[in-house]
């Protein structure tokens, strides 16, 4: 930005009014997560705004050119939700465009109990069956031999995230959906950095989604991504964000195919004008200019905030470890180097105390826990008269449903802070010793 005097407010105004403040023990509250920025993220979004593109513009593709170079990853659309990525990821699979590889009402997809609902509503919302497989303690992540005994013949593809930033087994799952030709999706909401075997989750499946609520590795806001190495596929997705429209002009763009007025399409008029065909059954989930201008400037920090995210998270580890013998700690799926949207522990069963009485005292010290997210999705109300299958048993789930929470590894978690959670923790288990 050249205009240096705005500039200068804008800076004074962070300082002033949003830097972080040095945190008062015991007064001030201990988010589990939470946008963590400074300055730069200001000063782009008023350069932004000065713009007045509004809609997606030149920080748009900023950001995504960003996102694509970071995963090396050819595809990325960006919408306004996490939520809205995983509807496009699975809604694309539906598409006419896909022959018989499409997916079809009533067909199943497996997908995990334990998690955030996000990830399975698309399947309702779609017409299919979601077929949940129970999860692994420790991992929280699909039970690999469940899933293989999970497929049916209806089985068409599998849709399940890398949980709390933990990657799933990837390489298994991958070459469970090879042998039975099902679709990949993988929700890389909570995820967006971490790595498994060297590459970064989000680049495995057949499309991936990230998001960039406040709570998530980065933040726009409300915003979020859908990733894909296949064009084919990016189209369909587009189209869909986009209203279902056949054109894939930019916005503000006119005949980027060059054939705007000469095509025939259905039994419209030939040559109907290309930017008002649709051939899907579209929405319109687009991300504004504005929020891409904050998460061009929280790119630049991507690296720099997972590695505190894993800081943070064997700093917790240093934390619980003394009373390992009462809780089972976070492992990370082997090959994999996760940059931990949380710090997840189980109450084991036989503990002199219960997960609900521990988040208790957190809570009342001012540290904010969570569970894990919708616990066992099956039993929440949302799925009165919905029609779903079980795959096997869903014994993990139900346990990690009554007895795990997780803490916050976000990056603006201070020393002070996690010293403070410990104290807290130490106070709590010495009532036990
Ligand atoms: C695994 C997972 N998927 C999807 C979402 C939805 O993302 P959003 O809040 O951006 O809609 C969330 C939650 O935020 C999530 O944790």
Redesign the pocket.
């Known amino acids: 930005m050249n205009n240096s005097e705005l500039h200068e407010l804008i800076i004074r105004h962070y300082k002033e009014k949003l830097k972080p403040k040095p945190f008062v023990p015991g007064r001030d509250v201990i988010r589990y997560a939470g946008r963590v920025f400074d300055e730069e993220e200001l000063l782009k979004l008023v350069e932004a705004s000065l713009d007045f593109w509004l809609t997606e513009g030149r920080f748009a593709e900023e950001f995504s050119e960003k996102i694509a170079e970071f995963l090396d990853i050819a595809n990325v659309v960006l919408t306004n939700?996490?939520?809205s990525s995983?509807l496009l990821a699975l809604t694309a699979l539906t598409s006419r465009k896909l022959g018989d590889r499409r997916l079809l009402p009533g067909d199943e997809v497996i997908s995990v109990a334990a998690?955030?609902p996000?990830?399975v509503t698309p399947i309702i919302q779609n017409g299919m069956v979601p077929v949940f497989v129970d999860v692994d303690l420790g991992t929280y992540n699909i039970d690999v031999d469940m899933l293989e005994s999970a497929v049916s013949p209806k089985t068409k593809a599998v849709f399940i995230?890398h949980t709390l930033g933990n990657p799933f087994d990837i390489d298994r799952v991958a070459a469970v959906c090879k042998t039975h030709g099902l679709w990949l999706l993988e929700?890389n909401?909570?995820a967006f950095g971490s790595k498994y075997k060297g590459g970064y989750t989000g680049t495995f499946g057949d499309i991936a989604t990230i998001?960039?609520?406040p709570?998530?590795h980065i933040t726009t806001g409300?915003g979020?991504a859908v990733v894909t190495a296949r064009e084919e596929l990016a189209r369909i997705i587009r189209s869909l964000r986009d209203w279902g429209r056949d054109c894939y002009c930019a916005g503000g763009e006119n005949n980027t195919c060059g054939k705007r007025f000469s095509q025939q399409f259905g039994t419209l008029p030939f040559g109907y004008d290309h930017k008002y065909v649709y051939s899907e059954i579209g929405y319109n989930l687009k991300m504004t200019d504005m929020q891409a201008a904050i998460g061009s400037a929280q790119m630049d920090k991507l690296e720099s905030f997972c590695a505190r995210r894993r800081d943070n998270f064997r700093r917790y580890i240093e934390i619980f470890t003394p009373y390992e013998e009462h809780f089972m700690l976070p492992e990370a799926t082997a090959g994999s180097d996760p940059a931990w949207f949380s710090f997840i522990v189980t109450v084991r069963g036989g503990a002199p105390f219960t997960r609900d009485e521990l988040v208790k005292h957190m809570n009342e010290a001012l540290i904010e826990t969570r569970y894990l997210?919708a616990g066992n999705i099956t039993r929440q109300p949302l799925f009165d008269g919905v029609g779903y299958r079980v795959a096997g048993a869903l014994d993990n789930t139900d346990f990690i449903m009554q007895n795990t929470f997780f803490l916050g590894t976000y990056p603006g978690l201070t020393g002070e802070m996690l010293d403070y959670i410990g104290e807290t923790l130490k106070a709590f288990m010495n009532r036990y010793r």
Do not use: Q
């Open positions: 939700s996490g939520s995983n998690g955030f996000a990830t995230a929700d909401c909570d998001s960039f609520y709570a998530h409300e979020g997210f």
